[in-house]
């Protein structure tokens, strides 16, 4: 008996090496009025007094089993008023809620509980919030996701701390089994209730532990101790790849407007599980619910990245997020309006004779103009850079972005070509297509796109007098110059 209280009383080291609290800290207790939440609590209270922690007991009356939890209430009141601790109870309407909300009865009853104690902890300005979950609950949920379905991640189970709402969840009594709880309640005469809805298989928990895992546990009669240790083990692997993940993020990832952008070159130098991890992490920071996000589109992502796959190609990830291949760019994006990034609204500038300086924010750029008298030796310092005869010049030009039926007279070839024909022979990825700017002269004439080719219009020759340069530099938005996390 003596061993036993040993190893649920010296919580003081579980804390110290899993850091889950500091002297003299305010902890809510999370306390149902069972046997695990009713032991959790008195030990929290035992803790020698050099670790002593201002506690909190939080309890909610789901409302499910009418008198029995108005009992089981009553009695976590009492026994925190015999230890003099503070208790604050919530009882909530949750058939009523389920049937408004159409949410399942557990999903429902786990919103309202943890909305009640974040309420409670902003209350006594409590930076934890401490839960009763052991190993025995550990063992269920690692059998639960793998019956469910589950990567190396979702075997790490429940984690014995977490940050939600910028409020720690620890769970003191994850590595301590349900039989030593009770002796624990027993040798201190701890009062507690039993939940008669436990013994109720219709729900997805209780048949595991009631039924699956007595009957796998007849072939290793170990099998909890094996599952509490496969969490053990996938939850420091899955610490050390998340780390690493995120170290490959910062040095491979680069904004994109509302989303980012790596290389196909980054994303394939990587192993297959770095390269899994890392589309995940992305879909997380664009802004979409991971958890929920299959393996096959993951893969579907990973596989398009590859050398045989279409050289452009967009993928609806779900939420709002597309994914594009752009040749060797691959972009995460977020429509912010509802629209793909293909829907973008077009821009139109115009620009009259004497403008030096024009900011093109929709193509991340800016337009330098210089009218100056003829140089022998002036020459564009590169495809940015355009000089056209500033008296055959017909204003006010015009900035904007491409039209439907755009054509240019390309310098040194007979005849007109599509400016759609010239994206997709520069490889301009379609996602900018819609912003790159084309300067467009008073009769309509495409003069010039940027980067890419100038028209035989106002060609600078012997006869010309005076040259206008234009000069197109690049100009970060605001959201490209954010640093990523």
């Given at each position: 008996m003596r061993n036993v209280e040993e190893r649920l009383s010296g919580l003081s080291l579980l804390a110290r090496e899993e850091r889950l609290w500091l002297p003299g800290e305010t902890v809510v207790v999370a306390v149902s009025g069972g046997p695990d939440s009713m032991a959790l609590l008195h030990m929290l209270h035992r803790l020698p007094e050099e670790e002593r922690l201002h506690l909190v007991a939080a309890h909610v009356d789901h409302g499910f089993r009418g008198e029995e939890s108005?009992?089981?209430?009553?009695?976590?009141?009492?026994?925190?008023?015999?230890?003099?601790?503070?208790?604050?109870?919530?009882?909530?309407?949750?058939?009523?809620?389920?049937?408004?909300?159409?949410?399942?009865?557990?999903?429902?009853?786990?919103e309202k509980r943890y909305s009640f104690l974040h309420q409670v902890a902003h209350a006594y300005g409590a930076a934890r919030i401490a839960l009763a979950h052991h190993a025995d609950d550990q063992a269920e949920t690692v059998l639960m996701r793998i019956v469910r379905g589950t990567g190396p991640a979702g075997l790490a189970g429940i984690p014995i701390r977490r940050i939600e709402k910028n409020v720690e969840l620890i769970r003191p009594l994850l590595r301590t089994y349900k039989a030593d709880i009770l002796r624990y309640c027993d040798q201190w005469a701890i009062p507690f209730s039993q939940d008669s809805s436990n013994g109720k298989t219709y729900y997805f928990r209780n048949a595991v532990r009631l039924d699956v895992l007595p009957y796998l546990a007849s072939f290793n009669p170990q099998l909890s101790p094996s599952l509490v240790r496969l969490a053990e083990l996938a939850a420091a692997e899955d610490d050390w790849l998340e780390q690493e993940t995120r170290a490959v993020f910062k040095r491979n990832i680069a904004p994109h407007g509302e989303g980012c952008q790596l290389t196909r070159k980054a994303l394939l130098g990587l192993h297959v599980a770095l390269q899994r991890r890392l589309i995940k992490l992305i879909l997380s920071y664009v802004g979409l619910e991971t958890e929920t996000t299959s393996f096959e589109r993951v893969e579907t992502i990973r596989l398009a990245a590859a050398?045989?796959?279409?050289?452009?190609?967009?993928?609806?990830?779900?939420?709002?997020?597309?994914?594009?291949?752009?040749?060797?760019?691959?972009?995460?994006?977020?429509?912010?309006?509802?629209?793909?990034?293909?829907?973008?609204?077009?821009?139109?500038?115009?620009?009259e004779r004497g403008t030096v300086c024009l900011a093109l924010p929709e193509a991340e750029a800016e337009l330098s103009l210089a009218e100056m008298a003829k140089k022998e030796s002036f020459r564009p310092a590169s495809r940015y850079e355009a000089l056209f005869d500033a008296d055959e010049l017909a204003y006010p030009l015009t900035i904007r972005n491409r039209k439907p039926g755009d054509r240019m007279q390309v310098l040194g070839l007979n005849g007109t070509k599509k400016v759609q024909d010239m994206f997709v022979d520069e490889r301009i990825a379609p996602s900018r297509r819609e912003t790159v700017p084309i300067v467009v002269d008073a009769n309509g004439h495409v003069l010039w796109i940027p980067g890419i080719r100038r028209s035989s219009h106002a060609q600078v020759k012997d006869s010309t007098s005076r040259v206008v340069s234009m000069l197109m530099n690049a100009r970060p938005s605001a959201d490209t110059l954010n640093n990523l996390e």
């Open positions: 108005a009992r089981e209430a009553e009695s976590v009141r009492q026994y925190a008023a015999q230890l003099g601790i503070p208790c604050q109870t919530a009882h909530f309407d949750l058939p009523a809620y389920i049937e408004e909300t159409g949410m399942n009865a557990q999903a429902a009853a786990r050398d045989g796959a279409p050289a452009t190609w967009s993928f609806d990830v779900g939420s709002g997020v597309r994914f594009l291949r752009e040749y060797d760019q691959l972009v995460f994006i977020r429509a912010s309006d509802g629209r793909t990034v293909h829907e973008r609204a077009g821009y139109a500038y115009a620009v």
